[in-house]
């Protein structure tokens, strides 16, 4: 079955500075690929997805970049604000509607 | 935008007892439902996955007859958690979507106890 791998576990930046996030999936069949947020106690909201017809999408302080041929998913985010701390989850889908297989997580810590 | 509603948001039971958490998209159907379970500081585990009027499909490991999941209609979803246990204590969390639309929806998640 598909496999997500996330890294880093744990990533602290200064407030202004870029984050990124690294993923890579095992499964060739997956096209679905989203990135959540989640704060202590809640569950996770979506902050951006992208599908595998494209190799980039952003939506104003946040990207994320797909390469299929070396089965990985980046999210980067610019202009960090200590509201950006949280635990950011990446995860894939093989099919539509289909079951979401999440990485590890990644905690994310933006310093003032 | 798409509402999953997840109740209750805690709850503490004792040893032996069930507990009931109901899943329910507000403003749209959802034919398929999925329930994760999470322990602290790790990541979602998918345990299964109900569609409106059919059997729950159980991930490997998880017991069906432990973790009830029932989708009777397209807005509601329940997981009760049978002969509840201190190692079954976790947060749980569902998830839904709509079909023909993009994302997933996820609730606020139950964080359950067991004492």
Redesign the interface.
């Known amino acids: 079955g598909e496999n997500v791998e996330q890294h880093p576990s744990t990533l602290s930046v200064q407030e202004g500075d870029s984050a990124v996030i690294k993923c890579t999936y095992s499964d060739s069949a997956s096209n679905y690929f ?1 990135w ?1 947020k989640q704060e202590l ?6 902050i951006i ?1 992208i599908r595998s017809n494209v190799g980039e999408k952003k939506d104003q302080r946040i990207a994320v970049t797909l390469n299929k041929t070396a089965k990985h998913f980046s999210l980067h985010i610019t202009e960090t604000q200590p509201e950006d701390s949280a635990v950011y ?1 990446c995860a894939a889908s093989i099919r539509e ?1 289909g ?7 990644t905690e994310l810590s933006v310093k003032p | 935008g798409a509402v ?1 509603s ?1 109740h209750p948001s805690w709850v503490i039971c004792k040893s032996g007892t069930s507990v009931k958490i109901e899943c329910r998209s507000l403003d749209f159907q959802a ?2 439902m ?1 329930w994760y379970r999470q322990f602290p500081k ?5 345990m299964a ?1 109900s569609n409106e009027g059919s059997k729950a499909t159980y991930e490997q490991g998880v017991e069906k007859d432990k973790f009830l999941i029932n989708h009777a209609s397209l807005t509601l979803s329940t997981l009760t958690v049978t002969s509840a246990h201190p190692e079954d204590s976790s ?1 749980y ?1 569902c ?1 839904a ?1 709509e ?1 023909g639309a ?8 139950t ?1 359950l106890t067991v004492v």
């Open positions: 989203p959540y106690g809640k569950g996770p909201q979506l997805d989850f509607g079951k979401l297989i999440f990485g590890q997580g | 999953v997840q034919t398929t999925f790790q990541s979602l585990m998918l996955t947060f969390i998830s979507r079909q993009d994302g997933y929806t996820f609730g606020s998640g964080r």
